[in-house]
């Protein structure tokens, strides 16, 4: 499996910025997830959304602020960061799993290249 993150970018606070993720390879996973990791501090989960019925789950941090989708047809797995806050400045990472629901980085085994987001207060 091959993942390709983009759309990261310099955002003022309260704005909106969407990371998409192209899936390539084998075919498309059990979980896709968005993790991020701000320098200094290990990588957080998210938000992760069940390929076969596009079923989501959020950290409470971006809960109702942030919105995770899969689109099938194109093999992409989005996430819409809308009501950004400096605290949500990190690198953005997507990920793949195939198996049960997990949200810790270490069961996932296929990741992207991160995409920085930043946003300014």
């Known amino acids: 499996v091959q993942l390709q993150a983009s759309g990261g970018g310099l955002v003022q606070a309260g704005g909106s910025l969407r990371l998409s993720c192209d899936v390539s390879?084998?075919?498309?996973?059990?979980?896709m997830g968005w993790f991020r990791q701000a320098p200094g501090k290990e990588r957080e989960f998210v938000a992760i959304?069940?390929?076969?019925?596009?079923?989501?789950y959020y950290a409470d941090s971006v809960k109702g602020r942030f919105t995770i989708s899969r689109d099938n047809a194109k093999n992409t797995v989005y996430l819409q960061m809308d009501s950004l806050k400096p605290e949500d400045t990190a690198v953005y990472y997507c990920?793949?799993?195939?198996?049960?629901?997990?949200?810790?980085?270490?069961?996932?085994?296929?990741w992207g290249q991160g995409t920085q987001v930043t946003v300014s207060s």
């Open positions: 959304v069940r390929w076969y019925d596009n079923s989501a």
């Open positions: 990920a793949a799993r195939y198996g049960l629901y997990q949200d810790r980085p270490k069961y996932y085994a296929y």
């Open positions: 390879g084998r075919t498309v996973s059990s979980f």
